[in-house]
């Protein structure tokens, strides 16, 4: 993350904001480095990056392949791979996934396929990690509110309105708000959700329901 995203002036102490790269090991190996010089360990990991790649078969490029599976699936991975190590005892770790990985959307081939990966590397992984007392559970979102949806939808000639009600989720009419997925976080790295593991938190309004 960005300091801007606090703002230049953060004095929150729980709040401490290290820069990396998920596609490069040695950048999580650093960020890994400052964290526990200041905190001597980590007990939760949620993984976030993503890319959002659009595009029908024959329009994605091999390197654009290569770009989203670097980050949303291969950086996953590597930020378990070096972060699983310094749980002690336990450990609680989230993946975002997305209802792009549970049903099918015109022209998300790329995206809808890095996010059906992060949901059975979660399955996986749980299964694995079960013997040492860590927790993996998943979280797929429908369409939240967030530049970043709106600004892809313009670019592919769709307004706000039209967006807003044709993905909006069909029992709960309306597109979710981030403080949604937060609070599903914080349940599932809470005590809360201590016999939850291998789960897929669906956010949706009801969106994949057939």
């Known amino acids: 993350m960005k300091n801007e995203t606090f703002g230049s002036e953060n004095t929150d102490d729980r709040i401490f904001i290290v820069q990396l790269d998920v596609q490069d090991e040695a950048s999580i190996k650093t960020a890994i480095e400052v964290i526990l010089n200041k905190w001597k360990t980590i007990n939760i990991l ?9 595009g029908y078969v024959e329009e994605v490029s091999s390197d654009d392949w290569s770009n989203i599976m670097n ?6 991975a590597l930020m378990n791979k070096h972060i699983i190590p310094i749980f002690e005892k336990s450990g609680s770790i989230i993946h975002l996934a997305s209802a792009a990985g549970l049903v099918s959307h015109a022209s998300f081939f790329p995206y809808a396929t890095s996010k ?34 709106y600004r892809t939808a313009v670019e592919t000639g769709v307004t706000k309105t039209q967006f807003d009600e044709n993905h ?7 597109l979710g708000h981030p403080q ?24 949706d309004g009801g969106y994949t329901i057939v």
């Open 46 to 54: 949620i993984n976030t990056a993503a890319i959002f790649t659009l």
């Open 71 to 76: 980050v949303n699936v291969r950086g996953y």
């Open 116 to 149: 059906g990966a992060i949901i059975q590397m979660t399955r996986n992984l749980a299964l694995d990690l079960d013997p040492f007392n860590i927790r993996v559970n998943s979280i797929s979102p429908g369409a939240i509110e967030s530049p970043t949806l």
């Open 168 to 174: 909006g989720g069909k029992h709960i009419k309306r």
């Open 180 to 203: 949604e997925i937060a609070n599903m976080a914080v349940f599932l790295t809470a005590d809360l959700s201590s016999f939850t593991t291998e789960a897929n938190g669906v956010i």
